[in-house]
């Protein structure tokens, strides 16, 4: 139970606590009632700043990214594919802090605007780099989409870092699987040392971005 039931109820506060919940119950235990309890009011109250579920995951999802930007500065000698690196290894760290944080952070709509400093940086410094405005941006979600379903699939395996769900074992999966010897070894190659799968993967975005689009 919190302890801090005396500060006034708000938007923010109702985030903090759904966040520090999610890790707990994960995204489908996570209710609007549970949060209530928490914070030692009723639930109906919550009705007051968000008028359902969706509401707060998007300042859920908003505040998440208030939590990855804070502090982190745009470095303005960045290539085009540095930005892409940097910014997408940021939202993979910040996803994984928080079960089913990618699930969260899908389909919500940010409830301020602080992203669009960021987005114009970005957008400047592609089409700087000889992107068009409509190549810049379809960059820009092509890598962050990536990045997205990457994790959505990542903690699908392991939820938080050092669990892992029953049924991803590989030794099992291999046994299972002994009539197709290939697709058994590739088990390795999809459900294990995710750093590594993600990296390649974000290359292959990249390097293929620029190939596409004909700017290095």
Do not use: C
């Amino acid at each position: 139970m919190s302890t801090d039931r005396r500060e006034p109820l708000d938007r923010r506060r109702v985030a903090d606590t759904a966040l520090r919940l999610l890790n707990e119950t994960g995204l489908d235990g996570l209710t609007l009632r549970a949060i209530a309890r928490e914070l030692d009011v009723k639930a109906p109250a919550l009705y007051w700043h968000f008028k359902d579920k969706q509401a707060l995951l998007d300042e859920m999802a908003t505040e998440m990214y208030r939590r990855m930007v804070a502090g982190a500065a745009l470095d303005p000698a960045d290539t085009w594919q540095d930005r892409l690196l940097k910014a997408n290894r940021g939202l993979r760290a910040a996803l994984l802090g928080y079960r089913d944080g990618a699930k969260v952070f899908s389909g919500s709509r940010f409830t301020g605007i602080e992203h669009a400093g960021q987005m114009e940086d970005n957008l400047r410094l592609f089409t700087a780099a000889g992107f068009t405005l409509a190549q810049a941006a379809r960059a820009l979600t092509t890598a962050y989409l990536y990045t997205l379903g990457f994790v959505t699939e990542e903690q699908g395996v392991q939820p938080l870092p050092g669990e892992r769900r029953e049924g991803y074992d590989m030794d099992e999966r291999a046994r299972l699987m002994a009539d197709f010897p290939l697709s058994a070894q590739a088990g390795a190659e999809i459900f294990e040392d995710y750093d590594r799968h993600f990296e390649e993967g974000l290359a292959l975005v990249i390097g293929g971005i620029g190939v596409r689009y004909g700017v290095s």
